[in-house]
């Protein structure tokens, strides 16, 4: 089993549509948890960033922590083409290092 | 400024070849981080370092795979014997300490 399951679609949806993206993690000790993007041929940016549990808003995107259940998410409100990247999920093995966990990656595809 | 760059871009092999991938870090960032990107398999840690610190190569799937970071800023990827599997995206990322990592655009190899 992966430490960090993420679906790796595709997922396609038409412009303006709510997208919803889940990764499950297996070890409890997890505790930062973070989004990239990356767009075709290019590498991941940091999308959002997380710790614990909870949730956190930056313009059209929520990411949501539950520890409970060891599950997290992105949504994306108002879905533009430009939306339109593989979305990775990923938390950081450990405080002492940087080491970085990552999902699978979803494509994703907001079409006009 | 200048972010993260890698090269060769694109790096085309036959089996058995040695090859080296190069990646230029953010100035003074004193981590750096090689991950591997492959169908299926995702974004994967290969190693990791930070300033003198002996580096954590964990991550690195076999005895061919070799890196160093001379001065603590350009780091050399080496894969030696190379195999059709180690077809995929290298990707070479920096950041201050364990805080938000810069990824660069990464090396395509192609295994022959």
């Known amino acids: 089993q992966k430490e960090v399951e993420q679906d790796p679609g595709p997922l396609s949806v038409p412009e303006g549509a709510i997208v919803s993206l889940n990764c499950t993690y297996s070890?409890?000790?997890?505790?930062?948890f973070m989004w990239y993007r990356q767009y075709s041929r290019k590498g991941p940016e940091l999308l959002m960033y997380t710790y614990s549990s909870g949730n956190k808003e930056d313009g059209r995107f929520t990411a949501q922590v539950d520890k409970s259940s060891k599950y997290i998410s992105l949504f994306i409100r108002d879905s533009q083409p430009s939306d339109s990247a593989t979305y990775l999920c990923?938390?950081?093995?450990?405080?002492?290092?940087?080491?970085?966990?990552f999902g699978q990656g979803t494509t994703l595809q907001v079409k006009p | 400024g200048a972010g993260v760059s890698q090269s060769p871009s694109n790096k085309v092999t036959e089996k058995g070849k040695d090859v080296e991938l190069r990646c230029d870090p953010i100035?003074?960032?004193?981590?750096l981080y090689w991950y591997r990107q492959s169908l299926g398999q995702g974004l994967e840690f290969l190693i990791y370092?930070?300033?003198?610190?002996?580096?954590?190569k964990s991550g690195l799937p076999s005895d061919r795979f070799s890196a160093e970071r001379t001065g603590g800023s350009v780091s050399t990827l080496t894969i030696q014997r190379t195999q059709q599997e180690d077809s995929a995206v290298y990707l070479c990322a920096s950041s201050r300490g364990t805080d938000t990592q810069y990824f660069g655009p990464g090396t395509r190899l192609t295994v022959l």
């Open positions: 990923a938390t950081l093995y450990s405080g002492n290092t940087g080491k970085l966990i």
């Open positions: 370092f930070q300033g003198n610190s002996a580096p954590d």
């Open positions: 070890n409890s000790a997890f505790q930062y």
């Open positions: 100035s003074g960032h004193t981590a």
